[in-house]
């Protein structure tokens, strides 16, 4: 089995930004996140998991956005980031060596079956977005699944899907360390 983290580990940055953009133009998108930096004001708000109170208040920009777009919004991300092609190739050699592929993110989870549609991916664990009569509400579900709450969702996996005679993991330190610390091989980009 190997773990894969997405923003950072398989692509070369975020993909938030490039989802939200897809959805309500690139320029808004850029004022969107403006507007969430600039509501961190003090140390202390800078302090405590500040990039995801950030991404909440990002995430707030798709309200109203119709489910089906969303979702399908995922596919038009696809060419617009930079993949990292190492990575890329170690995850398809682990797929033709019969190891379950997963991905782990933070990354909403309603884009990622249409981002990932051209690779062998098992499952995908990403952020769940509270939806409302066919729309986003641009609420999370759940606490944002990075860090703990990260590791905390893989272990849930792993409870369902295995165990496996041998893991490995894939991320960019240090939010993804507690995940890592649940594999055999960690492999840190």
């Known amino acids: 089995m190997a773990l894969f983290d997405l923003d ?14 897809s959805l309500i133009g690139r320029p808004q998108a850029s004022a969107a996140f403006a507007r969430a930096l600039g509501k961190l004001r003090t140390p202390n708000e800078m302090a405590a998991d500040w990039r995801g109170r950030v991404k909440c208040a990002f995430l707030a920009n798709v309200a ?13 991300v696809r060419d617009t980031i930079k993949w990292r092609a190492p990575i890329l190739d170690a995850l398809r050699a682990h797929a ?23 690779l062998p991916i098992d499952a995908m664990l990403g952020a769940d977005l509270e939806e409302r009569d066919g729309r986003l509400t641009g609420n999370l579900t759940a606490p944002n699944p ?5 590791r905390a969702r893989v272990e849930a996996w792993l409870a369902q899907n295995g165990p496996f005679a041998e893991s490995w993991g894939y991320g960019n330190a240090p939010h993804d360390v507690p995940m890592l610390a649940l594999v055999d091989h960690a492999i840190i980009v």
């Open 146 to 150: 990075v860090r703990a709450a990260k």
């Open 64 to 76: 109203g956005v119709e489910t089906r777009r969303a979702a399908e919004a995922g596919a038009r």
């Open 8 to 21: 950072g580990t398989l692509t070369r940055g975020d993909t938030l930004f490039w989802w939200i953009a």
């Open 96 to 118: 033709s060596l019969g190891h379950r592929i997963v991905v782990v993110t933070g990354a909403p989870q309603i884009y990622l079956p249409a981002l990932l549609a051209h």
